[in-house]
């Protein structure tokens, strides 16, 4: 599976932005997704995961409430829609997925990454 991130960008403390991952392949749908981030200086951190079929969804707690996770599997995407932005959100996001049904919280688990995609939020 091949994965790319798109829908970064900057935006003011507040605003809204939608990330995208488009997959290649034909078995996406038996792939949970997840997004993770990386801010400068700090370790990779989990954001949200969803299952194979999107009944499941799980968040961080930082994130719970104002970030929604999808998946499209006819069309071989995953997005994240992120609401009511702060500046502590700057990060590169990154998409990736995991063959197992349910999605883990832990990066390790995952076997394919797209390559990121920048969002800065400005104060």
């Known amino acids: 599976v091949q994965l790319q991130a798109s829908g970064g960008g900057l935006v003011q403390a507040g605003g809204s932005l939608r990330l995208s991952c488009a997959a290649s392949?034909?078995?996406?749908?038996?792939?949970?997704m997840g997004w993770f981030r990386k801010a400068p200086g700090k370790e990779r951190e989990f954001v949200a995961a969803i299952n194979w079929t999107g009944s499941t969804t799980f968040y961080a707690d930082s994130v719970k409430g104002r970030f929604t996770i999808s998946r499209d599997n006819a069309k071989n995407t995953v997005n994240l829609q992120m609401n009511s932005l702060k500046p502590e959100d700057t990060a590169v996001y990154y998409c990736?997925?995991?063959?197992?049904?349910?999605?883990?919280?832990?990066?390790?688990?995952?076997?394919?990454w797209g390559q990121g995609t920048l969002v800065t939020v400005s104060s």
């Open positions: 392949g034909r078995t996406f749908s038996t792939y949970s």
């Open positions: 990736a997925a995991d063959q197992s049904y349910s999605g883990s919280y832990y990066y390790k688990d995952y076997d394919y």
